[in-house]
T-cell receptor
């Protein structure tokens, strides 16, 4: 199995600031995925992060708002920029490893 | 717009009963289907995948797929209180395998002792 860790586990931020979320996986993986789960809602894919290339964003998500880094095969960061209360959500990192998709524990973000 | 639909519940069953969770999807080209379990405050974990029409059994869990009806279900036999969770149905976007998944909103299951 793949073990995924995320930092921070939770944070409370002020409107207009930015937060960078880190994702570390214990195995090398080609693609890493960033999902969002808004309160009471299901998961929505934000973007796919490939090592050595720019991230691919889903409809409704843009690089200026959610810049992503993928410096190596075990690590990625997602930044939530210029935050508003609508960005309050759980952000989850995910990987596919040996035909199974694993999710990190999530980062619970509250924007005031 | 590809969609995955589930009844949000809550679905309440007594301990030992069969819980039946249903999911419909809009993309006829979908080839892979996944069921995730998400305990409150936790991240989703994969419990079943199914690719072919018919039934697939794994312990107390059975996934059923009917591509003609665009319908996939999850049966949990001998339900236990520890099965109480939200169950998410997911389909890969664009005919892929995993990674880029479209999730339903989930069905909350409550198993009463």
């Amino acid at each position: 199995s793949a073990v995924i860790s995320q930092k921070p586990s939770r944070d409370i931020c002020q409107r207009g600031t930015s937060l960078t979320i880190q994702c570390q996986v214990d195995s090398q993986v080609t693609m890493m995925f960033w999902y969002r789960q808004q309160p009471g809602q299901s998961l929505t894919l934000i973007a796919t992060a490939n090592q050595g290339s720019e991230a691919t964003y889903e409809s409704g998500f843009v690089i200026d708002k959610f810049p992503i880094s993928r410096p190596n095969l075990t690590f990625s960061t997602l930044t939530v920029s210029n935050m508003s209360p609508e960005d309050s959500s759980i952000y989850l990192c995910s990987v596919v490893y040996t035909d199974t998709q694993y999710f990190g524990p999530g980062t619970r973000l509250t924007v005031l | 717009q590809k969609e995955v639909e589930q009844n949000s519940g809550p679905l309440s069953v007594p301990e030992g009963a069969i819980a039946s969770l249903n999911c419909t999807y809009s993309d006829r080209g979908s080839q892979s289907f996944f069921w995730y379990r998400q305990y409150s405050g936790k991240s989703p974990e994969l419990i079943m995948s199914i690719y072919s029409n018919g039934d697939k059994e794994d312990g107390r869990f059975t996934a059923q797929l009917n591509k003609a009806s665009q319908y996939v279900s999850l049966l949990i036999r001998d339900s236990q209180p520890s099965d109480s969770a939200t169950y998410l149905c997911a389909v890969p976007r664009g005919g892929g395998s995993q990674g880029n998944l479209i999730f339903g909103k989930g069905t909350k299951l409550s198993v009463k002792p």
